[in-house]
């Protein structure tokens, strides 16, 4: 089957750690700081490669972990920071990524989506030294990479869709007009997942999709419809096949009638694209017959379809006029096709991320008699970056978060000395008075 479906859990590299070291000489009894910082983690990227058919390959596989950085060493080494993992996507898939609430479409070879940004390394002992701190005996951390689940979707990628109901002859078009070899029998529902073929008229060569038959209520998800259905919104024309003489002596005006209620029902706008309506099977009935049903279809349909044509898979009959019907229909330029969500893939994700509380910003709340919290972006990012096991990085820690004004807050708030504060998870016993415990 083909698969169209995937959700995978992406996590980049955490970033390597900043080192503490100081320089040792043979003449310098006590050298200053030189540790050296963590690399960067490794991003995740989602590239879009041709040679995959679906995203069936995610099967075994849901879980991809990009390296992480290098941790900073002594004589200012910095830790190594290793490329992305590249994660290969077929052609046509879209990517929702909840996390930075982007939707990506990736259609071309080599397209890229960034979707899990890699943690920076913290920075070694010697960025932390201060007129009053010769001798900093604590570095940063490296931060974590992003993380989280990916929906996969594929749609595929065809400049035109065949569609009908089953047994209509929309496999064996197909067989005939490319070298595609779909299944074909006198049964309903032979071809059970959509099916690509390359139509080469010389200079130009357009995709064909052939989807499984609708039935009515496809739209609904009868027969798996709503799904095949979704392979076609992405086509730029619709052939409608249609069986002048449907061996089950179904009425084609009411067959007609059930397949575009499904296409309408559908709600992606396929109703709006163009349409061609080939009268299938003419072998089966006399031309003059075929002629007058292509007459009374035209008189029927009007401005509806671009063309009405009779065709033969058997004899061959009518499918130049087909190909050329098809050609002339689908734009030279490949245009893109009505967007669905789609974003400029080549930005990183990144770049729209919105972030709430950026640039110092944190807030304090009181959470009960003598206990307050504090919470904001950059707070935790600072306490991620720290050991506070480390009392030389404690006292930094209290610098910074005097710094940034928590203090004063927290004051205003009403606290006093002894009170519990929590900051991003954590609870101090803050002292404002002295350093922090
Ligand atoms: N005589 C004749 N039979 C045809 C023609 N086109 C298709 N058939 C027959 O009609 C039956 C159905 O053809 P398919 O091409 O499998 O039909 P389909 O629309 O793909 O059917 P599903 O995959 O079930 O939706 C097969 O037995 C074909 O051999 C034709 O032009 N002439
Ligand atoms: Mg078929």
Redesign the pocket.
Known sequence: MLQDRAKIFVQAGAGGDGAVSFRREAHVPRGGPDGGDGGRGGDVVLVCDPSLRDLGHFRGRAHFRAARGGHGEGSNRHGASPGPLEVPLPPGTLVEDPVHEVTYDLRAAGQRALVARGGSGGRGNRHFTTPTRQAPRFAERGLAGEEGWIELRLKLLADAG?V????????????RLTRAQ??????????LEPVLGVLDAGERQLVLA?I??LIEGAHEGAGLGHDFLAHVERTRLLVH?L?LAPVDGSDPVSNHATVEAELAGHRAGLERLPRVLCL?????VPDEDARAAAAAWRERLGEAVLEVLV?????GSGLDELTSAILGAVPVDPAPAAELGAHDVDTPAWHRVYRPGRGESFAVEATGERAFRVTGADLEQLLARHDLANPDALRYLEERLRGMGVIRALEAAGFEPGDDVEIAGTVFDLDPGAPLR
């Open positions: 065949l009908g109901l089953p047994n209509a002859g929309k496999s064996s078009l197909l067989a779909p299944r074909v029998a006198d049964y309903p529902f032979t071809t052939d499984p038959g096949v069986d299938s099977k003419a072998d089966l065709t033969s898979a058997a004899t």
